[in-house]
């Protein structure tokens, strides 16, 4: 049996956010465990690669890569990442930590979001 670090209706309450907030590992794990818990028939993988990058998070079906910023980026570097996702048709998404801490839920709702709109109306992710 899978454990549900956070069970359905619960919302993160100011005590548990203050004892995440310096662990972004346990934030990503949090999000990841949401994220495969409403993502229904979309396809996730963490860690995964395309190219020389390493995303985050990855939607396999609707070609969209999710990174979750821990400190600002380098310019050029993101400037080479986008180009590279952008010749391979590959959208991407930032999220925050602070959005994954304040608002969990609505945060992978939207990334459920941005990864369904890049998919064709008939793909079963509209039915679930």
């Given amino acids: 049996m899978d454990y549900d670090p956070m069970p359905a209706g619960a919302i993160m309450d100011p005590a548990s956010a203050h004892v995440v907030q310096g662990h972004p590992d346990l934030l990503r794990a949090l999000f990841w465990a949401e994220l495969r818990r409403q993502a229904g028939s979309l396809r996730f993988c963490r860690n995964y690669p395309t190219g020389s990058f390493v995303h985050d998070f990855y939607c396999l079906n609707a070609r969209l890569a999710v990174r979750v910023e821990t400190a600002p980026a380098d310019p ?13 048709n590959i959208a991407a998404l930032a999220v925050s930590m602070a959005d994954i ?3 969990l839920r609505g945060t992978v709702a939207r990334v459920l979001t941005a990864a369904r709109k890049r998919l064709p109306h008939a793909h079963p992710a509209f039915s679930a």
Avoid: P
């Fill in 76 to 88: 050029a570097a993101e400037r080479v990442r986008s180009e590279w996702l952008t010749r391979g």
């Fill in 101 to 103: 801490r304040e608002d």
